[in-house]
């Protein structure tokens, strides 16, 4: 069974970091490509980032360019996303998502919630 | 950035009746290869979203036929027939077609 389960999540204060992780199981993880998505309380769902199958490509939401950074460990099958600056407007759940195929998302996490606030 | 406009429902819908949910895209979603790359997801109350259709109109693995993609290159709609009290949620529809991925802000499902 295909699982991705995100930690990391917690109460920071503005201009902190904090690191979000996912870990998957139950597929060849080194195969696919992973993304990370957030929805603020009561909102849509905004793309963030995503990383390919071998870290050599990454992209980045103009929202979070330059503060956020997705790395990925192939051996431990997990995808991590560093957090930095942080503002009160980047409070949300976020979520991971595996990508079928340049097509959708078909798997994702429970979501780890992320609160930025004085 | 690409768009993504959707409409709202006349709630609550009579269980049993159709709901058609409308998206429209600030650019065409048709790409060269012919496809049309427009997603539906469907977030129930405290889960995440759940892939329904890809490609405007083909129904993701387990998806009941109930549900229906259609559409043009910027127009877009997903019906479902008959719903049913699970069917509660948002629908979300998002294009695949360009980076950054969007999505729309969601449509409301009730059920009466």
């Known amino acids: 069974e295909v699982q991705l389960v995100e930690s990391g999540g917690g109460f920071v204060q503005p201009g902190s970091s904090l690191k979000v992780s996912c870990v998957a199981s139950?597929?060849?993880?080194?195969?696919?490509?992973i993304h990370w998505f957030r929805q603020a309380p009561e909102n849509g769902i905004e793309w963030l980032a995503y990383?390919?199958?071998?870290?050599?490509?990454?992209l980045y939401a103009e929202t979070v360019k330059g503060r956020f950074t997705i790395s990925r460990d192939n051996a431990k099958h997990t995808v991590d996303m560093q957090l930095s600056s942080l503002r009160s407007e980047d409070t949300a759940m976020y979520f991971c998502?595996?990508?079928?195929?340049?097509?959708?998302?078909?798997?994702w996490g429970q979501g780890t919630l992320v609160t930025v606030s004085s | 950035d690409i768009v993504m406009t959707q409409g709202a429902l006349p709630n609550p819908v009579p269980s049993g009746q159709s709901a058609s949910i409308t998206c429209q895209s600030s650019?065409?979603?048709?790409?060269?290869?012919?496809?049309?790359?427009l997603n539906w997801y469907l977030q129930r109350p405290g889960q995440s979203p759940q892939f329904l259709i890809y490609?405007?109109?083909t129904r993701a693995s387990g998806v009941s036929d109930r549900f229906s993609g259609s559409g043009s290159g910027t127009d877009f709609t997903l019906k479902i027939s008959s719903v049913e009290a699970e069917d509660v949620g948002i629908y979300y529809c998002?294009?695949?077609?360009?980076?950054?991925?969007?999505f729309g802000s969601g449509t409301k499902l009730e059920i009466k």
């Open positions: 998502a595996r990508e079928t195929g340049g097509v959708g998302f078909a798997y």
């Open positions: 139950g597929f060849t993880f080194s195969s696919f490509v």
């Open positions: 990383i390919n199958t071998d870290s050599s490509s990454a």
């Open positions: 650019k065409s979603l048709l790409h060269r290869n012919g496809k049309t790359y």
């Open positions: 490609w405007m109109s």
């Open positions: 998002q294009q695949f077609l360009e980076y950054p991925l969007t």
